[in-house]
């Protein structure tokens, strides 16, 4: 474990830097599809900051196919029998691309714009899912992802192919 080297704002998408990876394979679990949550910061108390100023904890998605895919319907939830509690609008994600979504609990859903989900992420640890409009889940952090310490990432190490 070493501490996340921050994150970098760049046009509403954000490139995380790679940190605490221990467990994350046998933690996220990626379904077959191209789309992943590859990182997540669930304590984030002095680092990158929203549009509005404020430090709020996120959610990195990482296409990881050849295509490009459009999240539109898309959604991200922390509830086990909710997988669309959050949708994305219609946003492309290019090959090998990433986007970072806030999860601050706004609830902000404008294509172009940043993106926050309308839950925030807990520091004990929670469940976490990337699922497809059709609610099938993609990329599950289940039971869930572990208790997160203040200012530190979690998720693959670049490279890394999570376990299908």
């Not at 059709?134 to 599950?140: L, T, W």
Request: positive net charge; glycine residues 14%.
């Amino acid at each position: 474990m070493k501490p996340s080297r921050g994150w970098a704002c760049m046009a509403g998408l954000v490139a995380l830097g790679w940190a605490h990876v221990a467990g994350a394979v046998e933690v996220s679990e990626a379904l077959g599809g191209p789309v992943v949550i590859s990182e997540l910061v669930a304590v984030n108390p002095r680092g990158a900051r929203d549009e509005d100023g404020e430090t709020a904890d996120g959610i990195e998605v990482w296409n990881r196919g050849a295509t490009v895919v459009d999240l539109k319907g898309w959604g991200l939830s922390d509830k086990t029998g909710k997988p669309l509690r959050w949708r994305f609008p219609a946003t492309n994600l290019p090959p090998d691309g990433r986007m970072v979504v806030w999860a601050s609990g706004k609830d902000r859903v404008v294509a172009g714009r940043p993106l926050h989900t309308a839950f925030k992420l807990s520091a004990g640890g929670d469940f976490l899912a990337l699922s497809a409009p059709d609610g099938g889940v993609q990329s599950v952090f289940k039971p869930g992802y572990p208790v997160q310490r203040a200012g530190v990432a979690f998720g693959l190490l670049p490279g890394m192919v999570p376990r299908v």
